[in-house]
């Protein structure tokens, strides 16, 4: 554990934008203050079953950026709806990281964007919080009675459930790098598939936690450049990994982007038993193609099978060489897609599931690892809009083929959906669906209630956030403990 200062003092945000940065305008630019808030107005029914909180991460940066901002760059803010009995409560809190507390005692930001990462800042004006920023911007999860905010260049960080810091978790120091921002976790064995790419050689490592909570068994695995592995696939008794040609280009910084698309390098799945060795991966060659956010994944003999949302070529714009007042991100979105592998014929392949363009890929949790049938995404209906600016959420039924779409109209702007199980349900799609939608037209932020059954009917209820959330990135729903 490397302990954060349990600093409570509210913390007040300095962006005004000065420099008119794209990934800081309209619903980018960060809110200013942290707030409580015990009664949200709400209209329509809550569900009785639905009780517990939705926790939303995102980037929100305190002060105003050194050069060239992308929304990767932004400190971590945890939004929180609680559900109770009572009614819907708010609150926001910064994740209160080393880095982020150094530039609070400068009173002035000290680390630059992931476009200048390698450009370390004075250590100082940094003193022990290290030469790289770990924001702990991008998800929040649960395990083992922890819960993680996670950034996938750093290590997780704990926070509280009433969204304090607690500081750096490292495993008792058996973590031995970064760790994604997207672990899966087993609902059945309670075990955690995890892994972490680096810049530096191991470039992947692969990682498997108890369900106690003890990180057991690690593998460094051997690939010829370092690239960007977003997400990771699990079956009941393997861990799969999609290598694209992303590949992160240190020699490029300062004269273009840090991240390049090099279909010429190829592109492969890597199997591995739960439980393997590196001698035990076996690799299959694959059309190029990327994929940031999978559905799930699942082993029938020797053939698995998984789905995910696949880019031809893509560009997140990490290039600190663009014009300040120019986005630097290509719009160049992802679709659908049915991956497989066969083991016995070392063979492996995809194929198109669908024209609509989305991503931020969601299920039933309790349903990962093993055949899935209801797969949930963030869509575009008006495909006008910028890359990760969705409109619409998406389900899909795998078995009938069927898709249905609730859209939020041309003023409003979704987020990713996360389920949320119905006590009571025993169906596969039992449950709701809660989205984080800004409406542009009175920049506001309401948290809708889907019915995750009959997506296409729209909001059953809708929770009036008092603060317009900001874009951010994932989200979970913790349900209530009961006894």
């Known amino acids: 554990m490397h302990s954060t200062s349990l600093n409570h003092e509210p913390l007040i945000g300095h962006v005004t934008n000065a420099a008119h940065?794209?990934?800081?305008?309209?619903?980018?630019?960060?809110v200013a203050d942290e707030i409580d808030v015990a009664a949200c107005p709400t209209t329509?029914?809550?569900?009785?079953?639905?009780?517990?909180?939705?926790?939303?991460?995102?980037?929100?940066?305190?002060?105003?950026?050194?050069?060239?901002?992308s929304i990767l760059d932004g400190d971590g803010m945890l939004h929180a709806v609680d559900f109770?009995?009572?009614?819907?409560?708010?609150?926001?809190?910064?994740?209160?990281s080393r880095g982020l507390l150094a530039e609070v005692a400068h009173g002035a930001a000290?680390?630059?964007?992931?476009?200048?990462?390698?450009?370390?800042?004075?250590?100082?004006?940094?003193?022990?919080?290290?030469?790289?920023?770990?924001?702990?911007?991008?998800?929040?999860?649960?395990?083992?009675?922890?819960?993680l905010a996670l950034w996938e260049g750093g290590l997780p960080t704990e926070v509280t459930r009433d969204l304090d810091t607690v500081g750096e978790y490292d495993f008792g120091g058996r973590l031995r790098g970064p760790m994604t921002a997207h672990p899966r976790l087993d609902p059945?064995?309670?075990?955690?598939?995890?892994?972490?790419?680096?810049?530096f050689?191991?470039?992947?490592?692969?990682?498997?936690?108890?369900?106690?909570?003890?990180?057991?068994?690690?593998?460094?695995?051997?690939?010829?450049?370092?690239v960007m592995i977003h997400d990771i696939v699990m079956t009941e008794h393997h861990a799969v990994f999609l290598e694209s040609p992303y590949v992160f280009d240190l020699a490029n910084l300062g004269t273009g982007p840090l991240v390049r698309w090099m279909p010429e390098r190829g592109a492969r799945i890597g199997v591995i038993p739960r439980r393997g060795t590196a001698e035990e991966l076996r690799w299959f060659d694959i059309e190029p193609g990327h994929v940031q956010h999978f559905w799930s994944g699942w082993a029938d003999g020797d053939r698995i099978?998984?789905?995910?949302?696949?880019?031809?070529?893509?560009?997140?714009?990490?290039?600190?060489?663009?014009?300040?007042?120019?986005?630097?991100?290509?719009?160049?979105?992802?679709?659908?897609?049915?991956?497989?592998?066969?083991?016995?014929?070392?063979?492996?392949g995809w194929e198109p599931m669908d024209d609509l363009e989305g991503d931020f890929n969601r299920i039933n949790p309790d349903f990962d690892g093993v055949r899935v049938r209801y797969l949930y995404m963030s869509g575009f209906t008006e495909r006008s809009r910028h890359l990760g600016d969705f409109d619409a959420v998406v389900k899909y039924d795998d078995v009938t083929g069927e898709r249905t779409i609730w859209?939020?109209?041309?003023?409003?702007?979704?987020?990713?959906?996360?389920?949320?199980?119905?006590?009571?349900?025993?169906?596969?799609?039992?449950?709701?669906?809660?989205?984080a939608v800004y409406y542009d037209d009175r920049d506001t932020t309401d948290l809708v209630v889907l019915d995750a059954r009959d997506v296409a009917s729209g909001p059953i209820a809708t929770v009036h956030l008092p603060r317009r959330m900001p874009f951010g990135f994932h989200a979970n729903w913790f349900a209530e403990v009961t006894s």
């Open 305 to 348: 099978e998984f789905h995910g949302c696949r880019y031809d070529d893509p560009d997140f714009g990490i290039d600190n060489t663009t014009p300040l007042e120019e986005r630097s991100a290509q719009d160049r979105t992802a679709m659908p897609a049915r991956f497989w592998v066969d083991l016995a014929a070392g063979s492996a």
């Open 44 to 69: 329509g029914r809550v569900p009785e079953g639905l009780r517990g909180s939705f926790v939303r991460n995102g980037p929100n940066p305190l002060f105003e950026p050194i050069g060239r901002y």
């Open 188 to 199: 059945r064995t309670g075990e955690m598939v995890s892994f972490g790419y680096s810049l």
């Open 201 to 226: 050689q191991p470039y992947l490592r692969y990682d498997l936690v108890e369900a106690d909570g003890t990180l057991s068994h690690s593998v460094a695995i051997d690939l010829p450049v370092p």
């Open 110 to 147: 000290i680390y630059p964007g992931l476009g200048n990462v390698m450009e370390f800042p004075d250590r100082a004006l940094t003193g022990g919080a290290g030469p790289v920023k770990n924001p702990a911007n991008t998800h929040i999860i649960e395990h083992a009675g922890r819960r």
């Open 407 to 435: 859209s939020a109209g041309p003023t409003g702007h979704v987020g990713e959906s996360v389920f949320a199980a119905d006590p009571d349900g025993t169906a596969e799609d039992d449950g709701w669906l809660l989205n």
């Open 84 to 96: 109770g009995a009572e009614g819907v409560s708010y609150r926001n809190r910064w994740v209160r």
């Open 21 to 30: 940065q794209p990934d800081l305008v309209g619903n980018c630019f960060p």
